[in-house]
């Protein structure tokens, strides 16, 4: 039994694609990276370079985004990806980079990738989750690109702070009394950026209520808080996008994202848009998602099953469409 149990879990864990790991140069740093390829027998190929959402994120997402490469590779598409700094004992600090600073990474890798033999420099697009919704249209101004895929991207920090604030006090039944208080703790907070004060100066005033804030939190916050991709996404006009949405998603407003999205982009005419009515902000299945335990067992056993229905499927239709010209809004 157990040993049929491992099989499984090493089967289900094995995908469709050759992994390498790359090592990258960005100016005095290292990025450290994995490229995974189709194993079609072609000599060259397009790729996917991945920018992460927030937190510390390794090259692989803790594996999640191998269900991802295998759908790129079987759309012909190689991907790319790597270690935040100062993660998995990458160089730097990821909390010490500003949205900018991010894209500069992304145009690195890009440059390097165009570079190899084995990519098609012609055939170079973007994937980006979350925070990355400020970084991809940076990355297109500084480099041209060939398509988009931007999952759950929000649009404006504080109005995305403020919504994912209050659709989680719903979700956790708060009372007025404890609503009214978190939002005047928002503003508080709002308040000493708008005036960029130190971190010395946010805890002296918001004493109790610091919520475990560091300082280099703070500080990525104070540098990064006034984003608002609305104007950098017109760099993105003519490009083909693959805008993803999550229907059960709390930390963005999917509704003004698309609502944006589709007044900067839909004159170009490339704009595609997906929606799945059970997918989390990281397009997991909720049912799923909500579960530590059925996340862990689903991670081992059926990995691809994480993803929200036709997630994984459209990625990889999207892809193929490229080749034929083919880009659609529902």
Do not use: C
Request: aromatic residues 8%; charged residues 25%.
């Amino acid at each position: 039994m157990t040993a049929g149990l491992v099989g499984v879990v090493l089967w289900q864990n094995s995908y469709e694609m050759d992994e390498r790991q790359v090592s990258i140069r960005h100016g005095n740093n290292t990025l450290k990276g994995v490229l995974a390829t189709p194993t079609d027998g072609r000599e060259r190929h397009g790729l996917i370079v991945y920018v992460h959402g927030d937190g510390p994120v390794d090259a692989t997402h803790g594996d999640g985004y191998k269900p991802l490469w295998e759908a790129n590779a079987k759309a012909g598409y190689a991907s790319l990806s790597w270690d935040k700094p100062g993660v998995a004992g990458a160089p730097g600090d990821w909390l010490d980079q500003s949205m900018d600073d991010r894209a500069d990474e992304a145009v690195a890798a890009i440059a390097w990738a165009r570079a190899r033999p084995d990519i098609d420099g012609d055939r170079i697009g973007l994937w980006g989750a979350s925070q990355a919704g400020w970084v991809l249209p940076k990355v297109a101004a500084k480099t041209p690109v060939s398509f988009v895929i931007a999952v759950s991207p929000a649009v404006n920090w504080l109005q995305q702070g403020r919504y994912n604030l209050l659709a989680e006090l719903r979700a956790d039944g708060a009372s007025a009394s404890r609503t009214k208080a978190e939002i005047a703790k928002s503003d508080a907070t709002r308040r000493l950026l708008e005036r960029h004060a130190s971190f010395e100066e946010f805890v002296k005033e918001m004493g109790r209520d610091a919520d475990g804030m560091t300082a280099d939190r703070w500080g990525f916050i104070s540098r990064n808080h006034t984003a608002d991709a609305t104007q950098d996404l017109r760099t993105l006009l003519g490009v083909p996008v693959l805008l993803t949405l999550g229907g059960r998603d709390i930390n963005v407003d999917t509704a003004d994202t698309e609502r944006v999205y589709s007044e900067v982009l839909n004159t170009g005419g490339a704009l595609t848009v997906r929606r799945y009515p059970d997918g989390t902000h990281s397009l997991l299945k909720q049912s799923i998602e909500q579960s530590d335990l059925k996340t862990t067992l689903a991670a081992l056993f059926s990995p691809r099953s994480l993803f929200a229905d036709g997630f994984l499927d459209d990625q990889r239709q999207f892809l193929k469409e490229l080749g034929r010209g083919s880009n659609s809004t529902p």
